[in-house]
């Protein structure tokens, strides 16, 4: 038998998130990551760089942590050290919640479950943005039983988002979008009764809608370590959203972008509130005010994420010299200029609203400075190609019904 490998990732989920880390570990390792899972999804389906391990309902809680020690006894004949990485906010809200009876076999590697409270419920994040002085936009915490006729403190359009996204995720009901813009005080009623007529309960964020299309986005992906010291940040512009209703605010493409002053802002403010793991921050440009102003912090990496690997810093080192190895480096600061996507490219060049970042996209996709993330030479294989052509075929039609050009 060979040699024990000095860890295994374990990763929690099986979607596009799941699949980059996967991609991550095994560019950067040649390694086979565990994926721990409760159904099957595409991304991580046919793939010969992970290897699937299904627990029923494993995002309940009691399923969560039985599943995940039920697994110790083999993968710990397998690897000296096994650590979780979590592919949606759920996950990373069950690790952090159940650390005490996990890290005896796992590296738990998140953030603490007080800091997680402040952050996760986005009312308590905008809270912490006024104490940091971080930039947001004008906002309206509407809660469940408040007249939805009620003057707001701003003008239409609005956007409306629920503050807690992990109980608004498993609520189901028709017409369900991840975040809604509004234009009109009936399209408002409508929005807060249907989402209250679910199993949704808590408070909603009501918003001033920023101005711009899906180009004014931006996203900012950092690795914190043990120490509470970021040692890699990446910024992104968005090229393009994903414009399907449950799916909006997914970013389907993302240039690479430099700015030193956002990096040394957020670097301070992470450093300063004890943030340990990986941080996903969505921004948007306000024209009216010149400022970038932070949507959410999100506990993981973004499904998007990926962008930042393939821009030349992979996200799994990060985290592995950082809690394997115990190597504390110089931090990295993002500057290569690299596209990402995630749907066909012609769909990229033709739904992209600005004229001069459509001439960045040209450039680089001549340039070949482009990468996708479920698309990857090692893990390549007849029947799962097909799938993926056949997923991403699908994007034409979805663009075609639902784009909507925004102001």
């Given amino acids: ?114 800091l997680m409270e402040k952050v996760v419920y986005k009312e308590n994040f905008y809270e912490l943005c006024e104490e940091y002085g971080l930039d947001y936009p004008e906002t309206l915490i509407f809660k469940k039983g408040m007249d939805p006729e009620m003057d707001l403190p701003f003008d239409f359009p609005v956007v409306v988002k629920a503050s807690d996204s992990m109980s608004y995720f498993n609520a189901q009901f028709e017409g369900k979008k991840k975040a809604y813009i509004i234009d009109n005080r009936n399209d408002f009623v409508e929005a807060i009764t249907n989402i209250y007529g679910s199993t949704y309960k808590d408070n909603l964020i009501i918003q001033d809608y920023i101005p711009g299309d899906d180009t004014v986005m931006r996203v900012l992906n950092a690795y914190v370590d043990r120490n509470h010291k970021v040692r890699m940040i990446c910024l992104g512009r968005i090229v393009l959203e994903d414009h399907t209703p449950v799916l909006i605010g997914n970013y389907v493409g993302i240039v690479s972008e430099y700015n030193q002053e956002l990096y040394d802002k957020y670097v301070k403010f992470l450093e300063e509130v004890k943030y340990t793991g990986y941080a996903n921050i969505d921004l948007k440009y306000d024209r009216r005010d010149g400022k970038m102003k932070i949507f959410e912090l999100n506990i ?23 809690r394997i190895y115990q190597k504390d480096l110089p931090i990295e600061y993002g500057n290569n200029e690299y596209l990402w996507h995630s749907i066909p490219q012609d769909l990229l060049l033709e739904y992209t609203m600005d004229p001069e970042l459509k001439e960045q996209v040209q450039r680089l996709i001549k340039e070949k400075k482009t990468s996708t993330t479920l698309y990857y030479d090692k893990d390549k294989s007849l029947f799962r190609t097909i799938k993926l052509n056949n997923y991403y075929k699908d994007y034409y039609k979805r663009y075609k019904k639902y784009f909507v050009k925004k102001q």
């Fill in 1 to 114: 038998m060979a040699g024990k490998l000095d860890f295994l990732p374990v990763i929690l989920g099986s979607d596009d998130n799941a699949y980059s880390m996967a991609r991550s570990f095994h560019e950067e390792y040649g390694i086979k990551s565990i994926v721990v899972t409760k159904g099957h999804l595409l991304p991580t389906a046919h793939s010969r760089i992970i290897e699937k391990k299904m627990v029923d309902n494993f995002d309940q809680p009691e399923n969560f942590v039985t599943g995940l020690l039920q697994l110790v006894p083999e993968l710990k004949m397998r690897a000296e050290q096994l650590i979780l990485v979590a592919s949606n906010e759920n996950y990373a809200e069950l690790g952090i919640r159940n650390r005490e009876a996990l890290e005896k076999d796992y590296i738990v590697p998140f953030i603490s479950e007080e």
């Fill in 300 to 322: 993981r990496q973004g499904r998007s994420s990926f962008f930042v690997t393939a821009s030349g810093y992979n996200l799994a080192k990060y985290l592995i010299n950082d």
